[in-house]
């Protein structure tokens, strides 16, 4: 599966982006997507996750009420809607997948990894 994820950017503290991933390379539906960032200095940090079928999300709790994972499989795309974002969101933001079809919160349990998009958060 080849990941790309996109729609990183500058925005300003309390404002919203929206990121997406498109995947290739396999049947998209059959597999568990995520999101994770990485501030400098820092670990990189799980965010959200949802099943095959897009019926089930699961969030960290840094993020919870802020952030919403979708995705649709006729695109082969999973997006992330950012909101009221702040200056601590700001990091590298990358899309994963997992050969199966149920969520993850360890980088571990993922597969295949996107090259990840900078988004930035000023104050």
């Known amino acids: 599966v080849q990941l790309q994820a996109s729609g990183g950017g500058l925005v300003q503290a309390g404002g919203s982006l929206r990121l997406s991933c498109a995947a290739s390379?396999?049947?998209?539906?059959?597999?568990?997507m995520g999101w994770f960032r990485q501030a400098p200095r820092k670990e990189r940090e799980f965010l959200a996750a949802?099943?095959?079928?897009?019926?089930?999300?699961y969030y960290a709790d840094s993020v919870k009420g802020r952030f919403t994972i979708s995705r649709d499989n006729a695109k082969n795309t999973v997006y992330l809607q950012m909101n009221s974002l702040k200056p601590e969101d700001t990091a590298v933001y990358y899309c994963?997948?997992?050969?199966?079809?149920?969520?993850?919160?360890?980088?571990?349990?993922?597969?295949?990894w996107g090259q990840g998009t900078l988004v930035t958060v000023s104050s």
């Open positions: 994963a997948a997992r050969a199966r079809p149920w969520v993850a919160e360890y980088k571990h349990e993922y597969d295949y």
């Open positions: 949802i099943t095959w079928s897009g019926g089930y999300t």
């Open positions: 390379g396999r049947t998209f539906s059959s597999i568990a």
